[in-house]
């Protein structure tokens, strides 16, 4: 049972999806029939199959009991993507898979994630931005997408970290396939600057680019490190908060 399609207007269709989670492509033609748009939906599994803080095997952790300073953004998921070896590499946006979003805690399959199709969006315009700007990237280099609880208190972040809640991802550019930051600024080095680079389209979109209203959120600079290099903190919050780390 792929769900229910009825039709609610002229042109216009609502799918009523099934109650079985997991992976359902849906194709709209238009009436001529010369194009179509396939869409990929996903039916997460609540929250409330996760016993003692595992679900199928995988350890998701706790979410925090209460929601930070009673803000509704820092209430738990409702459910999380199942994600397979089969459905792993499933096209979410136009130049994002799943796959690029996972913790990287490990673990046998089925894994899961938390994801807010805000932060797809506001990665996708901060993308465009990049190629605006001269630079060829097919995608941007996710670091770090979600993270289960589990995982967020293991590697020691704080409790209410975005990434928990799937709206949260460091980010760079690599067109070359070295794991490293571009030189963005052209200046010979991938260092801070790069990462303020980025940063900074980020901050202008957010302030002239009227679609970035309700993608509102943090934004924190990193400079390298002997293990990595710089990258950038996008989330969508709700609201604004800035901080840098070089």
Do not use: C
């Not at 039709?7 to 001529?32: K, M, S």
């Not at 303020?196 to 209203?213: C, G, H, I």
Request: proline share 7%.
């Amino acid at each position: 049972n792929d769900g229910q399609i009825e039709v609610v207007g002229d042109n216009r269709w609502r799918w009523t999806a099934p109650r079985e989670p997991g992976l359902y492509p849906l194709i709209i033609n238009d009436p001529a029939r010369v194009s179509a748009v396939r869409i990929h939906a996903f039916v997460t599994v609540p929250l409330s199959e996760i016993q003692d803080e595992h679900l199928n095997g995988y350890r998701i952790g706790t979410y925090p009991a209460q929601a930070l300073r009673g803000n509704p953004r820092y209430l738990p998921p409702q459910g999380l993507i199942e994600v397979t070896e089969e459905n792993r590499d499933t096209l979410i946006a136009p130049h994002f898979r799943l796959s690029q979003f996972l913790t990287k805690q490990g673990g046998s399959w089925p894994r899961y994630v938390a994801l807010d199709e805000r932060l797809l969006l506001k990665l996708e315009l901060l993308l465009a931005a990049v190629r605006a700007d001269g630079i060829d990237a097919q995608t941007l280099f996710v670091m770090s997408g979600y993270r289960t609880p589990y995982y967020n208190k293991r590697i020691g972040n704080v409790e209410y970290s975005r990434h928990v809640y799937g709206d949260a991802a460091d980010v760079f550019v690599d067109v070359d396939g070295n794991n490293r930051m571009d030189d963005l600024n052209g200046d010979g080095n991938s260092d801070y600057k790069d990462a303020d680079y980025l940063a900074r389209l980020v901050d202008s979109l957010e302030k002239t680019n009227p679609f970035f209203k309700p993608l509102v959120g943090g934004i924190g600079r990193y400079g390298p490190k002997p293990h990595r290099g710089p990258f950038v903190h996008v989330d969508s919050r709700g609201y604004s908060a800035r901080w840098t780390k070089p």
